[in-house]
């Protein structure tokens, strides 16, 4: 099963320095369009040579479809154009797949598309239930003090769903 992802879940896993995870839980590839590459090299900051380095190995850049149908075009209209581009992309390949999304608007439009999606969190507590990681709430708290944007309703959810 492959990856497509958007900027968000990437910069997070840099954040953390746990960019491994990503290459462990999915060896099969992570995919980001031309976009998402542009927005990730954009990033100045302590986790740049991590995605760099990322950038470098395990995730490639697709280009974006050339033509949309309908029901894609109507269900990515409103979103930013990384997230456009991404849920788009995912929408084009016929092969298994899970989109990495982490902002609303895009999990919606890619759940309209029935699309498989998972965010930072799905994939932390994945890395969790495979031995990859001991714990996930530490890593989740960690992203908000590096300030990663998390609900208190997700973290809630995630203690709860993995005992922490």
Do not use: C
Request: charged fraction near 25%; proline fraction near 5%.
């Amino acid at each position: 099963m492959i990856v497509i992802s958007n900027t968000g879940p990437l910069v997070a896993l840099a954040k953390l320095d746990r960019m491994d995870l990503l290459n462990q839980l999915v060896p099969d590839g992570v995919f980001i369009p031309h976009i998402i590459q542009r927005e990730l090299w954009a990033k100045s900051s302590f986790e740049s040579a991590a995605l760099e380095a990322a950038l470098d190995g395990f995730i490639q850049v697709r280009s974006k479809p050339e033509t949309v149908p309908v029901a894609v075009e109507l269900a990515t209209m409103y979103l930013d154009e990384g997230e456009k581009q991404v849920v788009r992309l995912a929408a084009s390949l016929d092969e298994p797949l899970f989109v990495l999304l982490d902002d609303n608007a895009g999990r919606k439009a890619a759940q309209k598309l029935d699309l498989a999606i998972t965010g930072t969190a799905g994939l932390l507590v994945s890395a969790k239930k495979q031995g990859l990681i001991p714990a996930v709430i530490p890593l989740l708290e960690a992203l908000r003090t590096h300030g990663y944007w998390l609900s208190d309703e997700l973290v809630e959810h995630v203690r709860r769903l993995v005992k922490e």
